[in-house]
């Protein structure tokens, strides 16, 4: 009874790494298109996980709702913040910090 405890467990573990891998890698591709659509770079290419907590999806499923940082820059020199914000796993907006205030686009 133990081991098939132990093996749900280490199941669970393996899908919960396996759904955040492809999670970050949509907020990945979310990133460069960001940044490609503002002409400036993206920075590291790469992001990061800021925050993760249950929420609720459209059809009312509990699912994660991930907020990745990004950073980027417009000629090399200064840092920019950006965020790609993930409901489960459909992307729900992108937000990029400018010297006018935040720009956000809604997907969802």
């Not at 669970?12 to 503002?38: H, P, Q, T, Y």
């Not at 920075?43 to 609720?56: C, F, G, H, I």
């Amino acid at each position: 009874m133990e081991n098939l405890l132990l093996l749900g467990l280490l199941g669970l573990g393996f899908w919960f790494w396996i759904d955040s891998m492809n999670a970050k890698e949509r907020a990945v591709a979310a990133a460069i298109r960001a940044c490609r659509e503002i002409d400036v770079q993206l920075l590291d290419q790469t992001v990061a996980l800021e925050s993760m907590k249950p929420a609720r999806n459209r059809q009312g499923h509990l699912v994660w709702r991930r907020i990745y940082g990004f950073e980027y820059s417009k000629r090399g020199i200064e840092r920019r913040h950006g965020r790609a914000i993930l409901r489960g796993r459909v992307l729900e907006q992108v937000q990029v910090d400018r010297d006018d205030g935040t720009t956000i686009e809604q997907y969802e």
